[in-house]
């Protein structure tokens, strides 16, 4: 990059105006575009939704599913690889329901949440019993906000009543 004033530059500052926006590679163009479509992918996977959006900031409709579908073509971008990872990550934390909802909001194809759902690990009855002796502090006993504290985490209702039963049972044993 070129330096605009050479006096900050003898000194060792930069300041922003001291960048040559010329010599910059141009975002809009085919080649700009990709290698900015490369560079927010090696920051964190995405859809190819959010990935669309992002580049339609930046050029034409054309031109960005162009990039797309090179991007896909060398496998860079794919929403079922990404699904999976997603549920992966963060299938401890959190019910299906939340992840599903998050996926969609995401852009990930409803089947191909269906099929990341399918392979989650675990079971979501200890995965529950696990976040409730987690997080004890949060509910301290007490039914109502044990059960909000699960539904918020996306477990549906009956795992959630059934979940605070159960530990609420293992309690009174000990």
Partial sequence: M???N???AHEGKFTPGDVDYAEQVEPASQAGLT???LRLLGRRMMTAAELRARLLLRADPERVEAVLDKLTGWNYLDDAAFARAYVRNRAGRYGELRLRHELLHKGVMPALIEEALAERPGNTHQQALRL????AWRHKGDKAKAVRFLLSRGFPLDLALLAFDD???EDAEE
Avoid: F, M, P
């Fill in 167 to 169: 530990l609420h049972d």
């Fill in 35 to 37: 290698t900015y479509a």
């Fill in 6 to 8: 050479s006096e900050n």
């Fill in 2 to 4: 070129g330096v605009g």
């Fill in 132 to 135: 409730l002796r987690k997080y």
